[in-house]
């Protein structure tokens, strides 16, 4: 078992179009990298709904598919949006960073689905969302972080997969 | 009788005060009215089960400290869960209860009623643990939501046909279907699925009722090639993006 990976983590937008884009640049390289070593490891993957949204993918029906699932953005999701980033502090996550406020929203309804499925982190390229989403009390990583067998991180520990054969 | 001291008890019907001021001890408690929720819980599951053509007996009694429950051993950890589940849920009245069971939701909810204020009942099974509320008047909000999500099913069956479920997500949950997915989902026991639901949720956010409106069974393959398969058919301008972060809106730069 790899001790440097988590059980579970929840992909940001970015991560998901570099690991599953096909450019061969240095993110994509590490994204690749990182989703081929959870699968192997059989860690659970979760993409939130509104990445979907945000990557503005055409009607083309989700792969279901094992250890890889969307997170919807539901009822439980909303109230955790609510309690843990509300509208006044996307607002000052906007004035902070200066990008448009669609991006915040994006970046919290994602956040906010990353904490509903119990995700054990963030995995993100973007440093700032990273920081937004430990503010809300979920973990984030760059995904070099987790790719690196070397390093020993104190996740806590959950089953298994029940599915996996 | 008690229960053997090596086989601890699964099943147990608790009852503690609301507030640290009415705490409830063997020595203390209303007897009577805990035991009369106890056999009325049981009686309850006992004829949830053959409702559905399955057998679920109870053996031995043992009374507990701590705060003061009721305890016995269920023929099966599993169907206690579910029915224990599913009685505290027509008890709370989020759902009508089964044909015939209807003066008994009636009766057990009096007793309960009847353990009095300041008094909290709990059922448990083998670390499940619900709380058995009977509300004054029905909710008067009360949200359906239709969602998606991966959940493994771990019994499907019953006259009005049911699919208990697990989930990462939910925990353990029971959803009506109609027939043919109910048979669907029997064959695909112990397998994840990609369900999609109506459902209703308690404060908690605990799914207590709904209806399975669709269930697919995972498709086989590599997963991170049906991704990149999927992207590359639906966001294909990501192909020519260089820089994602800023194409994203992250960076003005």
């Known amino acids: 078992m790899n001790e440097s990976l988590p059980f579970s983590a929840i992909l940001d937008s970015s991560v998901v179009i570099a690991a599953f884009g096909g450019r061969f640049e240095e993110n994509s390289r590490i994204c690749a990298e990182f989703v081929s070593k959870m699968r192997a490891e059989r860690r659970r993957l979760w993409i939130a709904a509104p990445t979907l949204a945000e990557i503005n993918a055409r009607p083309f029906p989700t792969p279901i598919v094992e250890g890889i699932a969307v997170v919807s953005f539901d009822r439980p999701a909303a109230l955790i949006l609510a309690e843990k980033m509300p509208h006044e502090c996307v607002r000052q996550f906007r004035d902070e960073g200066g990008a448009p406020m669609s991006y915040y929203k994006f970046d919290s309804l994602i956040v906010a689905c990353g904490l509903r499925c119990k995700a054990e982190c963030l995995v993100s390229l973007d440093e700032r969302q990273r920081h937004r989403s430990e503010r809300a009390g979920l973990k984030a990583f760059h995904p070099s972080e987790l790719a690196d067998r070397q390093r020993s991180l104190p996740f806590n520990e959950e089953p298994m997969l029940k599915s996996v054969p | ?253």
Request: proline residues 6%.
């Open chain 2, 1 to 253: 009788m008690g229960a053997s001291p090596n086989k601890p008890t699964d099943f147990f019907v608790e009852m503690k005060g609301e507030k640290s001021s009415d705490v409830v001890t063997p020595q203390t408690v209303d007897g009577a009215a805990l035991l009369q929720i106890a056999a009325g819980y049981v009686d309850f599951m006992q004829a949830l089960a053959r409702g559905e053509g399955e057998e679920l007996a109870f053996t031995g009694i043992e009374i507990r400290s701590g705060s003061v429950c009721v305890a016995s051993n269920p023929s099966s950890t599993r169907l206690a869960r579910e029915y224990a589940d599913r009685t505290a849920g027509y008890l709370e009245g989020v759902e009508e209860p089964p044909r015939g069971l209807e003066s008994r939701t009636h009766n057990l909810g009096l007793a309960v009623k009847a353990a009095g204020l300041g008094k909290l009942i709990y059922v448990n099974v083998a670390g499940w643990r619900r709380p058995v509320r009977i509300p004054e008047t029905k909710a008067p909000e009360v949200f359906w939501e239709l969602t998606s999500f991966r959940a493994t099913p771990i019994r499907a069956g019953g006259k009005e046909p049911r699919v208990r479920f697990e989930s990462v997500t939910d925990g353990e949950f029971s959803l009506r279907a109609d027939a043919e997915i109910a048979r669907k989902l029997g064959g695909l026991l112990y397998q994840e699925v990609e369900v999609t639901a109506n459902v209703l949720r308690d404060a908690d956010g605990a799914i207590r009722a709904g209806r399975v409106e669709d269930a697919i069974p995972l498709a086989e393959g590599d997963p991170i090639a049906a991704w990149r398969e999927w992207l590359q058919q639906a966001a294909p301008r990501w192909a020519d993006v260089d820089d994602i972060e800023k194409e994203l809106g992250r960076r003005d730069e």
